[in-house]
Nanobody, 125 residues
Framework: QVHLVESGGGLVQAGRSLRLSCTGF????????MAWYRQAPGKQRELVAA???????NYSDSVKGRFTISKDNSKNTLYLQMMSLNSEDTAVYSC???????????????????WGQGTQVTVSS
């Protein structure tokens, strides 16, 4: 049974950092792709960052250079380190896990079967 749970969200001032964690993997190595999504009020859900089981990472243009996705297999934990936060980053952030479905060069797609409930990140200006 996989029950993903996010933590680390909260209220933060613009320019500061937060680190989100996602736990609940029975064995994180079972998944070939994992990701962080976010959804802001009135907007569609957006893929923020993704990582493969061999640590290839992809980022949305809006967070590239500011966010870092990583995983610790020994702790069965997925992370999202967020720096230089701004008001546009305010959203509910959810982690997801599944399988790698497409790989072209360094770009990839995943099909995510497992999702967490989400954690709120609010950035005040």
């Amino acid at each position: 049974q996989v029950h993903l749970v996010e933590s680390g969200g909260g209220l933060v001032q613009a320019g500061r950092s937060l680190r989100l964690s996602c736990t609940g993997f029975r064995n994180i190595a079972d998944f070939t792709a994992m990701a962080w999504y976010r959804q802001a009020p009135g907007k569609q859900r957006e893929l923020v960052a993704a990582i493969t089981n061999f640590d290839l990472t992809n980022y949305s243009d809006s967070v590239k250079g500011r966010f870092t996705i990583s995983k610790d297999n020994s702790k069965n934990t997925l992370y999202l380190q967020m720096m230089s936060l701004n008001s546009e980053d305010t959203a509910v952030y959810s982690c997801a896990a599944g399988r790698l479905t497409e790989l072209t060069g360094r770009r990839f797609r995943g099909d995510y079967d497992y999702w967490g409930q989400g954690t709120q990140v609010t950035v005040s200006s």
